[in-house]
């Protein structure tokens, strides 16, 4: 299979090139690097043994991206390319509507004049109405978010099932992840924010590494098991092997279906606090602060269809997660030494 990933390079891209290729596919990344690097590219060959395909390029220019589709030929493509701040994404709507709406319509555009009809799609839990009792179930209400990042998501799951309906030779997976944390095993590639993290995992990594004092933990009044938020951590290699059983899945399959790529159990702040605490071997300090505006106390999927139309479950734990993560950081602190 020839799988052509938009957003390529990044933090869940480039672990599904990995997956792929060593499934025995071809892959091609396309990817404008506005928050990646192509570094990541000789890191995948590193990995696997296999060089991927790449080309510099943004989704929102057509031309380019026809290019790309009649120069690669590829069966399927999984479309990670985006901008996901959810904070910046308040600030600058225009910015998150025009990127990543804006740019799925251009790629479309370019997919049906060059007859490629297949797509995976990156979307989030974040659909998910903030009133649904947890576990998440595919077919719970959609309506809307609670940022024009999530309504980005919302509106290209919209765009893609109007357009299956309209004509019937598409096939459209849109897979919700939950919270993707951890690395590939090697440490070559990882999920690396500029500036101060504003995810859990990476901001832990940080305190755990000595670059940031404290966990700032957002809560510890919530009416959960310890009082801290709980959310669906999943390893980014499970996720990637959840990309790869999907698009099998797409080449036999036609119409539109979200499917959630979770691992069904919910974990606190503070459970992660603890198992990156045995993955590194010493304490991380933390502090209880305020609840940050906007987050929920907890939620969590059910895994129930991945596993039944994709014959999918994730197999990694919090401990491999945290290990992974702590790994990659070493890496990281290793180059810019
Ligand atoms: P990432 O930022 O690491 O990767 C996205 C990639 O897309 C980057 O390499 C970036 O340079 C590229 N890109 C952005 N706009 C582009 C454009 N116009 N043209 C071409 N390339 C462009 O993010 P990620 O964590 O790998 O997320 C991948 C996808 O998964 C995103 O769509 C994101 O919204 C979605 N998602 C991520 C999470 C998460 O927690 N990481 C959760 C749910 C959904
Ligand atoms: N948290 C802290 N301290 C921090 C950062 C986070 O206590 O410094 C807490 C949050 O309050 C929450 C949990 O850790 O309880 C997870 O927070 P993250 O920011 O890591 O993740 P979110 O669940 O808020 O959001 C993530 C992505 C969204 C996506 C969502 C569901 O950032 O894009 O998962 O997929 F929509």
Not at 206 to 234: E, N, Q, S, W
Not at 255 to 260: L, T, V
Not at 284 to 311: C, T
């Amino acid at each position: 299979m020839k799988a052509l990933l938009t957003g390529g390079t990044g933090f869940i891209g480039s672990h599904t090139a990995v997956a792929l290729l060593e499934a025995g596919n071809e892959v091609m990344l396309y990817d404008n690097l506005y928050n990646s690097s192509e570094r990541v590219v000789g890191a995948i060959e590193e990995i696997t043994g296999k060089k991927p395909g790449f080309m510099k390029g943004d989704i929102r220019d057509e031309a380019r991206m026809k290019e790309c589709f009649t120069t690669f030929k590829p069966d399927l493509v999984i479309h990670f390319a985006g901008l996901k701040a959810v904070g910046e994404s308040v600030a600058k709507p225009l910015e998150y509507y025009d990127n990543n709406v804006g740019g799925t319509l251009a790629m479309l555009r370019a997919m049906r004049e060059t007859g490629c009809r297949r797509l995976i799609f990156s979307s989030s839990a974040t659909v998910y109405d903030l009133h649904n009792p947890s576990p998440y179930i595919e077919g719970m209400p959609v309506t809307h978010a609670t940022s024009p990042y999530g309504e980005t998501k919302i509106q290209i799951e919209t765009i893609l099932r109007d357009l299956a309906k309209a004509e019937s030779d598409w096939s459209f997976v849109n897979l919700r992840y939950f919270n993707p944390i951890g690395a590939h095993p090697s440490g070559l590639i990882g999920e690396d924010p500029n500036g101060i993290p504003n995810n859990l995992v990476p901001y832990v990594a940080r305190v755990a590494h000595g670059r940031l004092p404290f966990v700032r933990v957002f809560g510890g009044d919530y009416p959960t098991r310890d009082g801290t938020g709980v959310r669906d951590y999943i390893h980014v290699m499970d996720l990637a092997e959840g990309h790869a059983a999907a698009a099998n899945y797409c080449l036999t399959h036609k119409g539109e279906i979200p499917i959630n790529l979770g691992t069904g159990r919910g974990s606190s702040v503070l459970d992660i606090i603890h198992a990156y605490e045995k993955a590194c071997g010493h304490e991380i300090p933390y502090k209880i602060m305020d609840r940050r505006a906007g987050d929920l106390p907890s939620f969590f999927a059910s895994a129930d269809r991945a596993k039944s139309l994709l014959g999918w479950t994730a197999k990694r734990g919090l401990e491999e997660m945290c290990r992974d993560s702590w790994n990659f950081e070493q890496h990281l602190a290793g180059k810019s030494a």
